[in-house]
């Protein structure tokens, strides 16, 4: 270790943005890897189970109990 806080501090931050590098990179694989199976698979595996659903009407209003 070293005597000097400012060194001690310059060596926390040094770590600090390591770590968050590795995040980062790891982070980044992780979508790539993710992205390649998308890519592979068909259009609607792809998007998801819901992706061709509607949402619900909602042109009409909700029915309230005080409207029965």
Known sequence: ???EPG????EHDLARRNRLAKA????????KSQS????????????GPDA????????????VDGDL
């Open 1 to 3: 270790m070293t005597d």
């Open 7 to 10: 060194e001690r501090r310059n």
């Open 24 to 31: 980062l990179r790891d982070n980044l694989k992780r979508r």
């Open 36 to 47: 390649r199976g998308r890519a592979d698979a068909p259009a609607e595996v792809a998007a």
């Open 52 to 63: 061709g659903v509607a949402p619900a009407d909602c042109s009409r209003p909700a029915v």
